[in-house]
């Protein structure tokens, strides 16, 4: 659900950049992009959301199979960089909000690696070895 939560806050910040600050106006939406990179950031945290929106239903886990999903979820990492990204890259003065909230999302991508390492050392270690290598 928190994902879903991220994704409705994107889609509605998005609108509002669209609607209310371009009024639709591409030409002024694509000097935008090239003139701020955190717009690029922005979009690409965005755009990474979408297919995670998509398939977190339990049918799409289904239809995609337990692997394929998993993988596919892991564009949520990629997304949160971007995101924390944008936020820093659009702060002009007062760094120290974005700076907080890049460093949960940096300790939270460590905790993350530390779970998948250990995970990573305890199935090599439980791992059945052949008959010839144990004596």
Same mark, same amino acid.
């Given at each position: 659900?928190?994902?879903?939560?991220?994704?409705?806050? +994107?889609?509605?910040?998005?609108?509002?950049?669209?609607? $209310?600050?371009? %009024?639709?106006?591409? &030409?002024?939406?694509? /000097?935008?992009?090239?003139?701020?990179?955190?717009?690029?950031a922005?979009?690409?945290?965005?755009?990474?959301m979408?297919p995670?929106?998509?398939?977190?239903?339990?049918?799409?886990?289904?239809?995609? +199979?337990?692997?394929?999903w998993?993988?596919?979820?892991? $564009?949520v990492? %990629?997304?949160a960089i &971007?995101?924390?990204? /944008?936020y820093?890259?659009?702060v002009?003065?007062?760094?120290?909000?974005?700076?907080?909230?890049g460093?949960?999302?940096?300790?939270?991508?460590?905790?993350r690696?530390?779970?998948?390492?250990?995970?990573?050392?305890?199935r090599s270690?439980?791992?059945?070895?052949?008959?010839?290598?144990?004596?």
């Amino acid at each position: 659900m928190i994902g879903l939560f991220a994704f409705f806050y +994107g889609v509605l910040h998005f609108t509002t950049y669209i609607w $209310l600050d371009k %009024f639709f106006d591409m &030409a002024e939406m694509l /000097h935008d992009v090239v003139k701020r990179p955190f717009i690029t950031a922005g979009f690409t945290s965005f755009v990474l959301m979408i297919p995670l929106a998509l398939t977190s239903t339990t049918g799409w886990i289904r239809r995609l +199979g337990g692997k394929r999903w998993q993988l596919l979820h892991k $564009l949520v990492y %990629f997304s949160a960089i &971007a995101g924390a990204v /944008h936020y820093y890259w659009l702060v002009k003065s007062d760094i120290r909000l974005p700076v907080f909230y890049g460093s949960l999302v940096v300790l939270a991508l460590a905790i993350r690696a530390g779970y998948w390492v250990r995970a990573k050392q305890v199935r090599s270690a439980t791992a059945v070895r052949p008959v010839s290598a144990v004596r």
